[in-house]
């Protein structure tokens, strides 16, 4: 069944979490530390380990948690989760109009897809929470191999500032959701991306103009951007931002810039999650960013066409607007049955809909 096909996975995560606890020591415990340091290495290492394994404590008990609804504040990393109570919609259909069949399973149907709702946003600020805190770390911090930027290497070289390209590839080596993790400097070039041939294969060298680079600088906060075509590999791919600023400028009301580090969310291991469920014949289910444009699909044939936009559906209309329930949409002249349930995606909101044929209509 689909609940225990998630219920799994979220216990699966949770076994990783408990291993995720031990990922951040090396980064967090390194003998080489920046020579500019105000706090001395004794001093600040213990900090930070404990920083570290505290909020991987927290998300231990946040995946362990998955799939249920629960209100849970994150030590370290600031992030409150609440999970969006059920309410079904003004043009919920009444069990009457459809088969005993589909009436019979509506409540599990809706359950189901709150699991769901609760796992990716579960997913989606272990990923944050990720990148917030090695935001933190001081080989991170560090940009003192700006002068080394050429625009033919859109970057630094490659063997240059070690200690940051081994923090990136360390997180991308444990957290498969990453396809990429890279920094950019306070004006939004390049300084670093990881893997390095995807930092090679850029076509831009500025990204300014990017909304996720926006949002961080704008909000001083974890941002989740929009879904791109990436200039790295022409793949679709959601960026999440965490601004960094200089410690000593940080609580004040003119903090100094230091870059943005971000992670680049690989959607085809979204993709892969959904097409992992046991779903029934014809059923459908797909994650949906802010602007109704398809982030994953457990279609395999239909999750190639990138472009797909459900906009216009009217059960993206009432997730978007914090509702969750049903609805019949007509579609391909087909009528279908959706069910529709909001996801708190960091500062955003993405839908998750679950589309299967009307029976008995």
């Known amino acids: 069944m689909v609940s225990f096909a998630i219920f799994k996975e979220g216990y699966k995560e949770k076994e990783q979490s408990q291993r995720d606890t031990f990922l951040l020591a090396p980064f967090l415990a390194k003998d080489e530390m920046p020579s500019n340091r105000n706090l001395s290495e004794k001093s600040v290492a213990p900090v930070l380990v404990l920083v570290g394994t505290m909020a991987a404590a927290s998300l231990t008990l946040l995946l362990f948690q998955a799939g249920y609804a629960f209100s849970s504040n994150m030590t370290g990393i600031d992030r409150t989760i609440q999970a969006t109570p059920i309410a079904i919609s003004d043009n919920q259909p009444s069990p009457s109009s459809l088969s005993s069949n589909n009436a019979t399973t509506l409540g599990s149907k809706i359950l189901n897809i709150k699991l769901l709702a609760d796992n990716l946003e579960n997913r989606l600020n272990k990923s944050a929470a990720i990148l917030e805190i090695t935001s933190k770390l001081p ?146 289910i797909v994650y949906v960013d802010q602007h109704g444009q398809k982030i994953a699909d457990s279609d395999k044939k239909q999750s190639i066409n990138q472009n797909e936009t459900f906009a216009n559906f009217q059960s993206f209309k009432n997730a978007i607007a914090g509702k969750s329930g049903s609805t019949i949409e007509g579609i391909n002249g087909t009528k279908m049955l959706v069910f529709y349930h909001p996801v708190k995606a960091i500062q955003a909101r993405w839908v998750i809909l679950d589309i299967q044929p009307l029976v008995g209509q």
């Open 139 to 284: 080989e991170v911090r560090n940009v003192s191999f700006a002068s080394s930027i050429n625009n033919t290497l859109r970057g630094i070289p490659k063997d240059t500032d070690l200690a940051k390209r081994n923090v990136a590839q360390g997180i991308l080596s444990k957290y498969n959701d990453f396809r990429v993790i890279a920094l950019l400097m306070p004006n939004g070039n390049m300084y670093m991306e990881e893997p390095y041939s995807r930092q090679l294969n850029l076509t831009k060298t500025n990204f300014a103009f990017r909304d996720y680079y926006k949002g961080a600088v704008s909000t001083h906060n974890t941002y989740l951007g929009n879904l791109i075509i990436a200039s790295c590999c022409g793949l679709p791919q959601a960026n999440m931002a965490v601004p960094i600023y200089s410690s000593e400028n940080n609580n004040t009301n003119n903090p100094s810039l230091v870059g943005v580090w971000y992670g680049g969310l690989d959607l085809d291991v979204f993709n892969k999650s959904l097409q992992s469920l046991n779903l029934t014949d014809n059923e459908r």
